[in-house]
T-cell receptor, first 109, second 115 residues
């Protein structure tokens, strides 16, 4: 079945820095890739998504890039703030939804 | 915004006891899911449902049962709880058939401790 891998597993940055979270998947049948954010002790919340017929999507400080050929996604967060501290999950969806193990981001003030 | 409510928020159970985790969603979503979240394992799918009366096994169904008596409610049942089932459990609902383009809406989680 589908396997979703995220790297890095954790990163610590200073406020204002940009970060890049990478995600790869294995099943070429996956067509939809939502990302979720989980703040400490909270529920997962949808933050951005992209479909397999797109290459790029941007919303506010988030930019999501998708390479169908290499089965790779990357989430770019600019001008990070302490409120961005959370676990970020990549997911891939075909007939089922598969999650990566998450990337823990800590933004220091 | 989709509303998914889980109860209880915290639960302490004894080994061998029966535990029922409840989930209610108010957005008329067809699909509902139960995940557990453990450090180092991300989210693992236990059971899911495509609608009232249906339940399907996920990736780690052993030791768990599920029940979907209505569109709104989806329960996870541990008939004989074990310490290895100590975890945080999340319920989610989704708004597309088959998961091909589905955004999930999560509950706040239930922290279960089995002693």
């Amino acid at each position: 079945g589908e396997q979703v891998e995220q790297l890095p597993s954790s990163l610590i940055v200073q406020e204002g820095a940009s970060v890049l979270i990478n995600c790869s998947y294995t099943d070429s049948a996956s067509v939809y890739f939502p990302w979720y954010k989980q703040e400490p002790g909270k529920r997962l919340q949808f933050i951005i998504d992209i479909r397999s017929n797109m290459e790029r999507k941007q919303t506010q400080r988030l930019t999501l890039l998708f390479d169908k050929k290499t089965k790779h996604l990357s989430l770019h967060i600019t001008a990070t703030q302490p409120g961005d501290s959370a676990i970020y999950f990549c997911s891939a969806s075909n007939n089922r939804i598969f999650f990566g193990d998450g990337t823990q981001l800590v933004v220091k003030p | 915004e989709a509303a998914v409510t889980q109860s209880p928020r915290n639960k302490v159970a004894v080994t061998g006891g029966k535990v029922t985790l409840s989930c209610n969603q108010t957005n008329n979503h067809n699909n509902m899911y139960w995940y557990r979240q453990d450090t180092g394992h991300g989210l693992r799918l236990i059971h899911y449902s495509y609608g009232a009366g249906s339940t399907e096994k996920g990736d780690i169904p052993d030791g768990y049962k599920a029940s979907r008596p209505s569109q709104e409610n989806f329960s996870l049942i541990l008939e004989l709880a074990t310490p290895s089932q100590t975890s945080v459990y999340f319920c989610a609902s989704g708004d597309a058939w088959g998961g091909r383009a589905e955004t999930l809406y999560f509950g706040s989680g239930t922290r279960l401790t089995v002693l």
